[in-house]
């Protein structure tokens, strides 16, 4: 018997056909005609000026309130040796980004996990916590689509977040990159927006409107924090890579930028439809908020359901999902992470309902 087609639900990653390969391919020509200097030599750790131009116009801040990185991903890594030492408090959401944990950790952070709900963090867990006594340096927070769990923070925690931060002390990173994928309801401001206290340090990511490949994200944040990350920058690498910033700017200030968002956010939109639709037809025991934007949706299976071994029995029928407690620091061994960024709609529906045939088969050797 020919072994099942493999489906990855597990990468937070795009598929190949959402990406503008040629509108790429020309800005890449482009940049390179105009400008091969800027693109060729060492550049500064602050990054290439005209994509720091463009994002300096787009948030409305000066340019020496930024940075740009390979990958938002290396811009929190720097963000997090500057501020936390080992011992200090940071905030996470529970559920949270995997890595995030894992940088934490290694940095011996003390986690403070607070629980996420269906419009972001339990603001009221996080008073109850500093009223408490606890004393975080820093808030680590996915305001949009989050990563797992696929929720929003609504304007008013937003704001609350902002008056704790501001009563307390604590730096918010606001950790961004699928801010621009939203598919369905309405655009909040972003903290950074809304903060009058310099507590918001942002990052966000070309990778999800771009194209993961080129690893380009950046910070924007208080002057003094963004000359330390640059230094960090100078003494790891000399400079971030110019030649993908190079054609970054140019994919932006062509307006590229905006059609392949466009082209995203259509296929991400079916790809959520697809999986709710599956989740439904398939696997009813499924407990989920269907997310307005991003890659991911959150399962929750009834109390006692062992999604360790489901992955096992999925696995074995040639489909990939991230099991949930791999996103917590305890819990979640009844939850899953979908991921539909990388899959067209059919194959999702093929994967959900093999994972479905796994889980009631599970449940049948129970019972
Ligand atoms: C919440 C969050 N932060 C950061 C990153 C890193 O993104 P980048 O590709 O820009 O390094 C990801 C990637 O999936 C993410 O989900």
């Not at 800027?38 to 801040?61: D, I, N």
């Not at 030492?85 to 607070?114: C, F, M, Q």
């Amino acid at each position: 018997m020919a072994e099942p087609t493999s489906i990855s639900l597990a990468r937070g990653a795009p598929s190949l056909d959402i990406i503008a390969v040629e509108e790429l391919r020309r800005a890449a020509e482009r940049a390179f005609e105009r400008d091969p200097a800027g693109a060729f030599a060492y550049g500064t750790s602050a990054g290439h000026p005209r994509l720091l131009a463009w994002l300096a116009e787009k948030h409305g801040v000066e340019p020496e309130r930024l940075v740009a990185t390979n990958g938002s991903m290396q811009a929190d890594s720097f963000l997090f040796h500057e501020l936390v030492r080992p011992g200090d408090v940071v905030v996470v959401e529970a559920p949270t980004y995997d890595r995030t944990l894992l940088t934490l950790r290694k940095l011996s952070a003390e986690l403070l996990a607070i629980p996420l709900e269906a419009d972001g963090i339990d603001v009221g867990a996080l008073a109850r916590a500093l009223e408490a006594g606890a004393r975080p340096k820093l808030a680590h927070i996915i305001p949009n689509f989050q990563n797992p769990a696929g929720c929003t923070l609504s304007l008013a925690k937003r704001e609350r977040l902002l008056e704790l931060a501001r009563d307390y002390g604590f730096t918010i990173f606001e950790d961004d990159p699928y801010v621009e994928l939203r598919f369905e309801g309405e655009q909040h401001p972003t903290m950074l927006e809304l903060d009058r206290d310099g507590s918001v340090v942002y990052a966000s990511s070309f990778s999800k409107t771009v194209c993961p490949g080129v690893r380009v994200g950046y910070l924007v944040g208080p002057p003094d924090v963004i000359a330390d990350v640059r230094k960090q920058g100078t003494e790891t690498y000399i400079s971030p890579n110019m030649m993908a910033q190079a054609v970054v700017a140019e994919f932006c200030e062509s307006g590229a930028v905006e059609r392949s968002i466009a082209t995203v956010k259509a296929a991400l939109r079916e790809r959520r439809d697809a999986t709710c639709a599956a989740l439904d037809r398939h696997l009813p025991d499924a407990r989920y908020v269907s997310p307005q934007g991003g890659y991911f949706l959150w399962v929750d299976l009834p109390e006692g359901s062992d999604v360790l071994a489901l992955e096992r029995a999925a696995l074995e029928r040639g489909v990939l999902f991230v099991k949930g407690s791999d996103f917590l620091l305890e819990g979640g061994e009844s939850s899953m992470r979908l991921a539909y960024s990388a899959v067209p709609p059919d194959q999702i529906e093929a994967g959900i309902a093999r994972v479905a045939e796994a889980y009631r088969q599970l449940v049948g050797a129970a019972a």
